[in-house]
């Protein structure tokens, strides 16, 4: 990195620090253009993992002593602060100490929203609102104090449930959970009412912000957002503020109108959506398609998500999340006398929604699968609606090339799961068109019964998308490859962003990693360039059996079009990860052994000599399929171990509660878990850069797959 | 040595200025090793104030200006304890009281920055790039210097130090990371 990069990396950095998502991804990307390598550098530095007390004064005990508070350890890291469990000496009590990161400090508007926070919250005195002691400020550190719940917040509690070891609400789908999940909601809706009394709006109800304590009662925490009437607005601008999933259509439109209570309400509605399904009413990549998710779609209906929902309940929470202000519950009270109802078995005032309102539903629902045929539907409720939810869609120009043939598009989940939606003609190749942001996946069939695939995710205001593939008959595709019948799956706790549970089509999947040998052939045939470091190092002593590295993901997708298959989905591959009863690695609970996969090499930067890293992977990496032992129980090989390897999908990871893409990896190696391609001794991996088509690693390489279509 | 520009009188004051900030490292050490009482705190600023005042009392006048002072009090800072990090490292010592104190105040700093002399290769590394935010960082994290004493030590708005400081720490810590391999894979 050369001075004038460095100055550009401290400028960038020091703007973002003021900025925040989603204007702080919209600004780096404008700003970085091309540069990746000055994109990565900052975002790196943003991610800000530093503990809060790195490179404080360590001498006497200001470093550990904030004013008043003791810091005893640190329970939680969240987008606004680290909260610790902390000493207060003058009354001699346990607190919870949220402490915002220093540079905080650096940014007015934020100390001022974090003063008003403090405010805002200290005035309210509610059994289920966990009251605010102090607000202070030691050097850079600002913090405030609150009352220290002994007890998991209900995010945690959900990831109890989901692997069935809730402490309070039990044991999912009984009568007791959903009794147990509607008297936590009546607190929360009892606390908001109150509050919303006090002049107070919370703004971010999620199920981090409820903490449980140990007698299992709720609290509501962190009136990050809230907006005091008394105290003016909030944010000037009209920026987008709390947490997406949770959002309610007006608040993630960002509309100039008056956010209310019924905000509240709705996100209270979501939480009440999540806790009955295990799942979130809309998921997505980055905020803003979550946000896009929000306005535009309508959340799968609760008892398709899970029949269990007692109907009551389910009608309750579609009343909380009516898309429309008039047709949601008119106060936080409401909700939670409905809630009242339901646990005393009387009837509830909400209304299941008339046909027409269901219909609507079902349309915004599947918008884009029935995009084509949507005329009909449209016609009996009423063209008006078109407009307004086709509009705001970010729809990115695709070019699909081929011989003849035709072309269907299918929208899966942001995994690769599917969504149910209907498949969309796209017409005859050339495809010249545009879909709407997402992830796809395009048959291409010709008439005598070759075909293609086409796997690709659609980033709101990317590119236009190419590829080129050729067509292929079924039985040369399936060459090598191996057909998985997926059991139905589920997700382990880790993967929030992935579902559940899900049942995925069946798929063939290269038994092993492409070799080098293959990816030589693809090159010469089409005249691809060669792996780039190839004309300067002695090739002869690589073997053809070993993997193919060096290769961007695009690279990658081209081989794959060439071969008429695709990469695999992330579903797909967390399935040959772990199969359908989560086991710890794709042969089994059993511990990695030598005979299982080949030890993984020292870390080696990405940097170094490539003469270096020549060496490193000659030295670590074996030809494709040494280890049958690690096979997956169908025979795949090398799914762990060998190198990691390229998906078609974003990879993503979840940080404070947002999804991140992470385009094309394979990654995630966590505790106790081998979830990535690659093996590492102690601890965890993950990748935490974009694939980018500079980015050709020697630890990247490929499988192909290809969807199973029997009939 | 950089101090030397610092140091009109040349090595003789600069060693002086050495043993007199180990002298209160020592000190504190021992306070430390004592158990004051919670209700004492050394104030982030005390160790290199006490320092310059002792100087003043002992009428050498080169150091009459104080952000010179506080400067030079801050590398000589990082310099003492990563130095008896390394000795630490490479020698088993007999113990004498006043080694083990410094043991403790090395201790004490590496709770804050983990290894004492992975953070001097990271300030070096810095330094390449940037010499100002090191000197940042020594005053504020090894001198114990508030932001507005550091601005005034370097001539700077509080602000520009406050921006370097957060560039710097956050870098540091990536830096520090990537080079303990806390994210790693096997990149063969």
């Known amino acids: 990195m050369n001075e004038k990069q460095w100055k550009e990396v401290r400028r960038l950095y020091n703007a973002a620090l003021d900025l925040e998502e989603p204007e702080r991804e919209k600004f780096l990307q404008a700003e970085c253009g091309e540069d990746a390598e000055i994109l990565r550098d900052v975002l790196a530095l943003l991610a800000d993992s530093a503990d809060v007390r790195f490179l404080t004064w360590p001498l006497g005990d200001s470093g550990r002593v904030l004013g008043d508070f003791e810091l005893l350890e640190e329970i939680g890291v969240g987008g606004t602060g680290t909260v610790f469990r902390a000493w207060q ?115 971010d109800v999620k199920p981090n912000n409820i903490l449980i304590n140990a007698k299992g009662d709720p609290k509501l925490v962190d009136f990050g957002l809230a907006r005091d009437d008394s105290q003016g607005t909030v944010t000037e601008t009209d920026r987008v503020e709390g947490t997406p999933y949770y959002m309610s259509p007006e608040q993630a439109r960002a509309i100039q109108e008056r956010v209310d209570e019924r905000t509240d309400v709705y996100s209270l509605g979501a939480v009440l959506y999540e806790m009955c399904t295990l799942s979130r009413p809309h998921e997505g990549r980055t905020t803003r398609e979550v946000i896009e998710k929000i306005t535009v779609h309508e959340p799968r209906s609760i008892r398709i998500a899970n029949p269990k929902v007692p109907t009551d309940l389910a009608v309750i929470c579609e009343k909380a999340m009516e898309r429309e202000l008039v047709d949601r519950y008119a106060s936080a009270s409401e909700l939670e006398d409905d809630l009242g109802r339901f646990l005393a078995g009387e009837p509830i005032l909400a209304k299941r929604a008339s046909p027409t309102r269901r219909a609507l539903r079902y349309v915004r629902r599947n918008r884009v699968a029935i995009g084509a045929t949507a005329g009909l539907v449209l016609a009996l409720i009423g063209a008006k609606w078109t407009y307004t939810w086709t509009a705001q869609v970010d729809w990115i120009p695709i070019q699909i090339e081929s011989e003849t043939a035709s072309v269907y598009a299918t929208r899966l989940e942001i995994s690769g799961a599917p969504t149910g939606g209907e498949e969309v003609n796209l017409g005859k190749t050339p495809v010249n068109t545009k879909l709407p942001v997402g992830t796809w996946l395009c048959r291409v069939e010709a008439a005598d019964g070759r075909r293609a695939e086409v796997l690709f995710s659609l980033d709101p205001g990317g590119e236009t998308l190419k590829r080129r593939v050729t067509l292929t008959s079924l039985e040369e595709i399936r060459l090598g490859m191996i057909r998985i019948e997926p059991l139905l799956w589920r997700a382990s706790g880790a993967c929030t962003f992935l579902p559940n549970s899900v049942t995925l089509p069946p798929f063939y999947v290269d038994q092993n990693e492409v070799t080098v040998d293959q990816y030589r052939d693809f090159c010469e045939a089409n005249e691809h360039p060669l792996p780039y470091f190839w004309a300067r190092l002695d090739v002869s002593r690589l073997p053809g059996n070993f993997p193919i590295t060096g290769i961007s993901a695009e690279d990658a997708e081209a081989y794959a079009g060439w071969k008429g298959k695709r990469l695999l989905t992330h579903a797909e591959y967390e399935y040959l990860l772990h199969g359908p009863n989560n086991a710890k690695s794709s042969w089994g609970d059993e511990a990695a052994t030598p005979e299982h996969r080949k030890a993984a090499g020292p870390y080696l930067a990405e940097n170094a000599p490539i003469e270096e890293r020549f060496e490193h992977f000659l030295t670590y990496a074996s030809p494709v399929g040494s280890y049958p032992k690690g096979a997956t129980p169908e025979g795949v090989l090398d799914i762990i171990g060998n190198v990691a390897e390229y998906l078609g999908t974003p990879g993503m990871e979840l940080i404070d509660g947002e999804v991140r893409p992470m385009k094309g990896l394979s990654f995630e190696v966590d505790a106790g878990y081998i979830q990535g391609g690659e093996v590492v001794e102690n601890g965890f991996a993950h990748f935490d850069r974009p694939a980018t088509s500079r980015w050709r690693p020697l630890h990247m390489g490929f499988r192909c797959a290809s969807t199973a279509r029997d009939l | 040595m950089s101090e030397q520009q610092h140091t009109p009188g040349g090595a003789e004051s600069s060693e002086g200025l050495f043993s007199l900030v180990y002298d209160e490292l020592y000190g504190l050490a021992k306070r430390s090793m004592n158990g004051q009482s919670p209700g004492h705190t050394l104030q982030p600023t005390a160790l290199v104030n006490e320092a310059y005042l002792k100087v003043l009392k002992s009428g050498n006048s080169q150091w009459s200006n104080r952000e010179h002072f506080l400067n030079f009090a801050a590398k000589a800072m990082r310099h003492v304890l990563v130095d008896h990090a390394r000795k630490k490292d490479a020698v088993k010592r007999r113990s004498s009281g006043e080694r083990v104190a410094l043991d403790q105040v090395v201790q004490e700093f590496e709770k804050r920055s983990g290894n004492l002399l992975a953070l001097d290769a990271g300030l070096e590394a810095l330094a390449n790039r940037d010499p100002q935010l090191v000197t940042i960082v020594e005053l504020h994290f090894f001198g114990g210097c508030s932001f507005e004493e550091t601005a005034s030590a370097l001539g700077m708005k509080t602000k520009e130090v406050k921006s370097g400081w957060v560039f710097a720490r956050s870098w540091l810590n990536n830096h520090l990371k990537s080079e303990l391999g806390h994210k790693i894979h096997p990149n063969p």
């Open chain 1, 89 to 203: 000496r003058s009354l001699s009590r346990e607190v919870a100490l949220k402490v915002l990161p220093e540079h905080f400090s650096l940014n007015e508007d934020r100390v001022e929203r974090f003063r008003r926070e403090a405010r805002a919250a200290a005035k309210l005195k509610h059994p289920s609102i966990a009251p605010i002691y102090e607000v202070g400020c030691e050097g850079t550190f600002h913090f405030i104090a609150m009352e220290l719940v002994d007890g998991p917040d209900l995010a945690g509690e959900l990831t109890a449930v989901r692997g069935n070891v809730a402490i309070h609400l039990g044991v999912p789908n009984t009568e007791e959970y959903f009794k147990r999940t509607a008297k936590v909601v009546l607190r929360i809706a009892s606390a908001l009412a109150y509050s919303h009394g006090m002049g107070v709006i919370h703004r």
